[in-house]
């Protein structure tokens, strides 16, 4: 029920800086069992953090898996970082889910979007 | 010959905070003629850039991609930024590649990796 064909992907836009993400980037082991309950579980706790702003997240099969986390502030990443379900899923992270995984905490200083304008054969955009 | 299937995946490392990330999302198009050449042109004009730590990319299939370019100073980025071809090739990102992306240009305040230890059944790991 949770795949790409439909729903058009939307990557998280950019903010107003300065605030801050979090990229964590991911090589998995072989045994995910577990995973994917705990990691829907975390999806939805880190929504309840104050200054949460979005997530993106790509993974290249059998590959790297890449998470952004974005948050207003340095208040908000202390708050989910020191959610105790959060701590605890962390560290079965390291013992069962993941062979290595690197984490960057950093403050944006400059971010834009960009959407392409859709142009139909016989119009001009804008 | 770029497949996953052999060559182990390694997140780039932690480095000693303060570098810089610059992380790029990205939907793309239908229409990806030339993508490949370019891209592969890119990472290698990229590697010539004074500063430049590493990069971490992933791709869902059909989905979201994050490339995450890693930067020693806000010097390196400049000139990465300002590279002729490099600008070119946003360019026609934006006309063909792209149909949506987001830069967030940050400066990292901490990292941490990690490695999860070997376990073979009859040895221990140092």
Request: charged content about 20%; glycine content about 8%.
């Given at each position: 029920m949770s795949d790409h064909s439909e729903a058009p992907v939307m990557p998280v836009e950019a903010y107003e800086p300065p605030y801050y993400v979090a990229v964590f980037t991911a090589v998995r082991t072989q045994?995910?069992?577990?995973f994917g309950e705990t990691n829907a579980r975390m999806e939805d706790l880190v929504?309840?953090?104050?200054?949460?702003l979005g997530m993106d997240h790509a993974q290249t099969p059998g590959g790297l898996g890449i998470t952004v986390g974005y948050f207003r502030d340095a208040d908000a990443l202390t708050e989910w970082r020191s959610n105790v379900e959060h701590r605890a899923a962390q560290q079965r992270g390291r013992v069962q889910w993941y062979q290595s995984y690197t984490l960057h905490v950093a403050k944006v200083e400059r971010s834009h979007g960009f959407t392409r304008a859709e142009v139909p054969q016989s119009s001009t955009a804008d």
């Amino acid at each position: 029920m949770s795949d790409h064909s439909e729903a058009p992907v939307m990557p998280v836009e950019a903010y107003e800086p300065p605030y801050y993400v979090a990229v964590f980037t991911a090589v998995r082991t072989q045994d995910q069992s577990g995973f994917g309950e705990t990691n829907a579980r975390m999806e939805d706790l880190v929504k309840e953090i104050p200054g949460f702003l979005g997530m993106d997240h790509a993974q290249t099969p059998g590959g790297l898996g890449i998470t952004v986390g974005y948050f207003r502030d340095a208040d908000a990443l202390t708050e989910w970082r020191s959610n105790v379900e959060h701590r605890a899923a962390q560290q079965r992270g390291r013992v069962q889910w993941y062979q290595s995984y690197t984490l960057h905490v950093a403050k944006v200083e400059r971010s834009h979007g960009f959407t392409r304008a859709e142009v139909p054969q016989s119009s001009t955009a804008d």
